[in-house]
């Protein structure tokens, strides 16, 4: 069974940082772009990072200068650093991976369950 695994979530101080990690589990042969998403209490989902195969990468406005992401094509993992915390970046975090491919299935995309990122002001 494939999916995404997320961790890595928890309270942090404003100002403070955090690194969400997340993983693919099973027989992967390939993904193609990983993203992260959030979303905070009350409004829509919103992309705030992207991470290509080949390593490009995009932010949202708002975490850009702040967050980093990172992937680990090994490890089928991505990361997301995040520094300088605002109360606003509190929201649950989603792993999104595009064009994931197994040894038997090929999927267009997965979704992880979200891991709660709460910052204190």
């Known amino acids: 069974q494939v999916q995404l695994v997320e961790s890595g979530g928890g309270l942090v101080q404003t100002g403070g940082s955090l690194r969400l990690s997340c993983a693919a589990s099973?027989?992967?042969?390939?993904?193609?772009?990983m993203h992260w998403y959030r979303q905070a209490p009350g409004k829509q989902r919103e992309l705030v990072s992207t991470?290509?195969?080949?390593?490009?990468?995009n932010y949202a406005d708002s975490v850009k200068g702040r967050f980093t992401i990172s992937r680990d094509n090994a490890k089928n993992t991505v990361y997301l650093q995040m520094n300088s915390l605002k109360p606003e970046d509190t929201a649950a975090y989603y792993c999104?991976?595009?064009?994931?491919?197994?040894?038997?299935?090929?999927?267009?995309?997965?979704w992880g369950q979200g891991t709660l990122v709460i910052v204190s002001s």
């Open positions: 999104h991976a595009d064009g994931v491919t197994t040894r038997t299935d090929r999927f267009l995309e997965l």
């Open positions: 991470i290509t195969t080949g390593g490009v990468t």
């Open positions: 099973g027989t992967i042969v390939s993904i193609n772009d």
